[in-house]
């Protein structure tokens, strides 16, 4: 259902000014604190942009906030949103194409936030990347990655590939897959958010801004140990997770082991410190 038109401009006008607060923040507050004081600004600053535009938020599952382990988020593509929405549960350096890093405003926000911004036409630029990659999370990051590659309706789930999920390989940590939905209210594919085709960020704005709620689901699923594993046969696998969760049709993948893919368990699962109980639904206004 959609709002008036006075409540869109309204909606846009407030995140127009929420951003010229993240632009302050970014460069006055950011070069004076430190990486956890900077993850917890943005965390809270993608919490309020997601008020602003009325985006609702089911949280399945349990956010890997406390880690002992380099963690890699690996999650399927619908919107410029999903950033945000995950930004708004873990605190995450992100891995994103280049083309956001162009985007007026917010590709620079993003930027600051300690994007790593990868050139998909540029074969070479993935091993750049993974140096990048590896570096975040011997320091600690958690890092996302959309391993689609692009967005899609959120109809499907396209194939992970694989090249970006090296360093979660190399360093021997976990993989957890992250499903995200956008819905009406009942229970089908909202296509509003959706960043595709011919779709532009400004349209796609408007369409995010008219409905009179925006119902969103981060479905957080159990982490996959990396180690010993390939990069391609973790792509598949998880690929596979996040499209089961969201009930749909898992991408085409080759016979093999990614199936039995998870093997033993962790050695050690750490403690997951979360006000979110695993086996339901939280909900944010």
């Known amino acids: 259902m959609t709002t008036d038109a006075l409540t869109r401009n309204y909606r846009i006008f407030r995140m127009f000014l929420h951003l010229a607060v993240g632009l302050a923040a970014s460069a006055v507050v950011f070069p004076l604190v430190g990486r956890n004081a900077r993850l917890a600004i943005f965390r809270r600053w993608s919490k309020t942009l997601l008020r602003i535009l009325a985006v609702r938020v089911q949280v399945h599952g349990a956010p890997p906030i406390v ?17 945000f929405l995950i930004a708004s549960e ?9 083309e956001i890093r162009r985007w007026p405003v917010v590709g620079w926000l993003i930027a600051r936030q300690g994007t790593l911004f990868v050139e998909r036409a540029r074969r070479h630029d993935t091993a ?25 309706d959120g ?12 360093p979660i390989v190399q360093t021997q940590g976990v993989a957890v897959p992250v499903a995200l939905r956008y819905v009406t209210a009942d229970g089908g594919i909202d296509n509003a958010p959706a960043y595709v085709q011919d779709r532009t960020l400004w349209d796609s704005l408007k369409l995010i801004a008219a409905r009179r709620e925006l119902s969103a689901e981060i479905h957080f699923l159990p982490a996959v140990p990396a180690t010993g594993k390939h990069r391609r046969d973790l792509a598949e696998y998880t690929a596979r997770l996040v499209a089961e969760a969201l009930s749909l ?6 016979r ?19 006000p979110y109980p695993a086996p339901e639904a939280v909900v944010r206004p």
């Open 67 to 83: 880690r002992t382990a380099p963690t890699m988020l690996l999650s399927n593509h619908v919107s410029w949103l999903d950033i």
């Open 90 to 98: 873990v605190p995450s350096r992100f891995v994103a194409k280049s």
């Open 128 to 152: 750049r990347i993974n140096n990048s990659v590896n570096e975040a999370l011997a320091k600690g990051y958690c890092a996302v990655v959309f391993p689609e590659g692009t967005t899609s």
């Open 155 to 166: 109809t499907e789930v396209r194939a992970f590939h694989a090249s970006l999920l090296q």
């Open 249 to 254: 049709i898992p991408p085409g993948r080759k």
């Open 256 to 274: 093999g082991t990614a199936s039995d893919l998870p093997g033993a368990p962790p050695p050690t699962p750490g403690p997951t410190r979360s």
